[in-house]
C-alpha cells in the first residue's frame, strides 16, 4: 500500500540508519517506509559512508569520481556529486574520471591517472570489489567504495559500503541514495529519480518495489516509468559504441534535472545518446542471428559473434528471453572482436530456467548461481604437474559481477581452453542410442516397420 508523502521536516541525525535493532521509519524518496536492520548494507557501513561524505565536502582540495559506465553507476556517481555539491563542496574542485575501455578500478594504468589527478579523497561506485587497491600504493587519497557486486574481498584501507551481502540486494544508485539522503533536506527530490533510474537499469522495468525497498511511488507519479526506461536506454548505448563514449552519457546525467531533461531533442548532449542507440541498435540486431551450440550438459548455450561494439550483454539479454530447453539454465555471449587478443563473454541466466524454479527474473534469490557455474567448469581442469591450474592463470576478469548476471574477460586462448571444459558442442550419447540391455524386449512394431516395404508372396 502506498504510504501519502510525510511533509514533516525531520533532521539527519534522526533520519539515519543506526545501530537499533529495531525497526525504524526511514524517509525516502518523499514517502516513508519500514526500515531494516542492516539493509541495504550494515548500519555501520552506512554511518561510515556519510562521515567520508561529510569530511570530503569540509576538507575542500580535490574528490574524484570514479563510476561503473552503466545507468547504474553513473546515476550513483551523480547522486554523489550533488550530495556533495549540497553540503558545501566547491563543484569545481569534483572531477570525474571514467576508465578505459576494456579497464577495470584495479589496474595499475588507471591507478596512474588517478594519482596524477592529485586527490584528496577518491570515491569508487559500482566498479565491483576485490582485495587489491583501486589506488596506487603512493598515493595519499583517502577511498570510499559504493558497491554492489558480490565479494568476499575489498580493497585493503578503503571505506566499503556493499550490499552483496543484505538480501534483496540493492544497485549502487539506490545504496548511493540511501547513504545521501539524510545528509541533506534537498537530497530527496533532486536525486530519488537518479535512484530509481539507475535500479531500472540494473534490475529492469517490471521491477517491483517490495520491501525492504523503498516505497518510490511519489517519483513514479512525478515522472512515468516510461520516461525513465527510455532515458536509461539512451545513458546504456554511448558505452556501448565502439569509441566507447561514456563521457556523453556522464554530461548528460549530471546536467539532466529530470529524465525529461535526458529525452530533449533540443538537447546536443541528448542528441548524441539517440544517435548512440541507433547504432547500437543495428549492431545488436546484426550479432543476435548467431546460431548456438550448447554445453554436453544442456545448462550452457554458447553464441560467438564478433563487434568493437559491447553489444555482448544485450544479446546475452535477448537470447535468454527466448531460448528454451529442457536443462538450459543460462545463455553466454562472447564477443571475439571487444579487445584485441581477449574474448569479453557476458551471460545471463535463461528465462525458462526462472520457469522451471517457479521465480521471475526479479526475483531476490535466483535460480542459477553463475559465478559457481562458471567456477564449477573451470575447475574441470586437471593441470600436469607444475602446472597452474586453470583458474589461477586465467587472472582475476573472470566470474565477476552478480549470480544472476556474470562473466569475464580472457585470451582467446584461455577462452577455446574453457570451451573444452564446458565440453561445448559434444553431444553426449543418450539412452535412445544405445544398445538394448540383454534379455530387454524390443519393440518392433515401430512406424518405421509399418512404412517400411513388406516383400512380395
Same mark, same amino acid.
Given at each position: 500500500m502506498d504510504a501519502s508523502p510525510s511533509k514533516r521536516k525531520v533532521s539527519s541525525e534522526r533520519e539515519s540508519t543506526d545501530q537499533s535493532p529495531t525497526t525504524k521509519r526511514l524517509k525516502l524518496g518523499s514517502v516513508e517506509k519500514m526500515q531494516e536492520p542492516g539493509w541495504p548494507a550494515s548500519a555501520s557501513a552506512l554511518e561510515n559512508a556519510r562521515r567520508f561524505l561529510q569530511k570530503s565536502a569540509r576538507a575542500g582540495g580535490k574528490t574524484i569520481l570514479v563510476p561503473d559506465k552503466d545507468a547504474d553507476g553513473l546515476c550513483g556517481a551523480s547522486i554523489i556529486y550533488r550530495t556533495l555539491v549540497h553540503l558545501g563542496h566547491s563543484p569545481e574542485d569534483i572531477s570525474v574520471h571514467l576508465l578505459q575501455k576494456g579497464s577495470n578500478v584495479h589496474e595499475p594504468v588507471e591507478h596512474a591517472v588517478i594519482r596524477s589527478l592529485g586527490a584528496n579523497h577518491v570515491i569508487v561506485v559500482d566498479q565491483g570489489s576485490r582485495g587489491t587497491? &583501486?589506488?596506487?600504493?603512493?598515493? @595519499?587519497?583517502?577511498?570510499? /567504495?559504493? %558497491?554492489?557486486?558480490?565479494?568476499?574481498?575489498?580493497?585493503?584501507?578503503?571505506?566499503?559500503?556493499?550490499?552483496?551481502h543484505h538480501e534483496p540486494v540493492a544497485t549502487s544508485s539506490l545504496l548511493a541514495f540511501i547513504i545521501c539522503q539524510p545528509l541533506h533536506r534537498k537530497i530527496s527530490e533532486s536525486c530519488d529519480w537518479l535512484a530509481c533510474m539507475g535500479t531500472i537499469g540494473d534490475l529492469?522495468?517490471?521491477?517491483?518495489?517490495?520491501?525492504?525497498?523503498?516505497?518510490?511511488?511519489?517519483?513514479?507519479?512525478?515522472?512515468?516509468?516510461?520516461?525513465?526506461?527510455?532515458? &536509461?536506454?539512451?545513458?546504456?548505448? @554511448?558505452?556501448?559504441?565502439? /569509441?566507447? %563514449?561514456?563521457?556523453?552519457?556522464?554530461?548528460?546525467v549530471k546536467s539532466a534535472n529530470s529524465p525529461e531533461d535526458i529525452l530533449s531533442p533540443s538537447s546536443q548532449t541528448s542528441q548524441r545518446l539517440f544517435d548512440a542507440r541507433r547504432e547500437i541498435n543495428l549492431e545488436v540486431e546484426r550479432c543476435s542471428h548467431t546460431a548456438p551450440q550448447f554445453s554436453s550438459d544442456g545448462k550452457v548455450a554458447l553464441l560467438r559473434i564478433r563487434s568493437a561494439a559491447q553489444v555482448h550483454p544485450v544479446v546475452a539479454t535477448r537470447w535468454a528471453g527466448h531460448l528454451k530447453s529442457s536443462a538450459l539454465e543460462i545463455v553466454m555471449v562472447a564477443n571475439e572482436g571487444y579487445l584485441p587478443g581477449m574474448v569479453n563473454f557476458s551471460c545471463r541466466i535463461a528465462r525458462c530456467a526462472y520457469a522451471r524454479a517457479g521465480k521471475t527474473n526479479s526475483s531476490a534469490a535466483p535460480p542459477v548461481d553463475i559465478i559457481e557455474l562458471l567456477k564449477y567448469y573451470a575447475d574441470r581442469d586437471?593441470?600436469?604437474e607444475g602446472q597452474l591450474p586453470f583458474r589461477e592463470k586465467i587472472g582475476d576478469n573472470f566470474a565477476r559481477g552478480?549470480?544472476?548476471?556474470?562473466?569475464?574477460?580472457?585470451?582467446?586462448?584461455?577462452?577455446?581452453?574453457?570451451?573444452?571444459l564446458m565440453e561445448i558442442g559434444v553431444k553426449k550419447e543418450s539412452s535412445s542410442n544405445r544398445s538394448p540391455r540383454k534379455g530387454k524386449a524390443v519393440q518392433k512394431n515401430t512406424l518405421d516397420g509399418y512404412f517400411k516395404a513388406r516383400p512380395k508372396t
Open positions: 587497491r &583501486v589506488t596506487a600504493e603512493d598515493d @595519499p587519497a583517502e577511498v570510499l /567504495i559504493i %558497491d554492489h557486486h558480490f565479494s568476499n574481498e575489498f580493497p585493503p584501507g578503503a571505506t566499503v559500503v556493499n550490499a552483496c529492469g522495468s517490471t521491477f517491483k518495489w517490495e520491501p525492504p525497498f523503498p516505497d518510490m511511488s511519489s517519483v513514479f507519479k512525478r515522472y512515468t516509468k516510461k520516461s525513465m526506461t527510455e532515458a &536509461v536506454s539512451l545513458i546504456n548505448a @554511448p558505452r556501448r559504441t565502439a /569509441i566507447f %563514449d561514456v563521457i556523453s552519457a556522464w554530461a548528460a586437471q593441470p600436469a552478480h549470480k544472476q548476471a556474470s562473466g569475464g574477460i580472457i585470451t582467446t586462448e584461455h577462452f577455446e581452453e574453457f570451451c573444452t
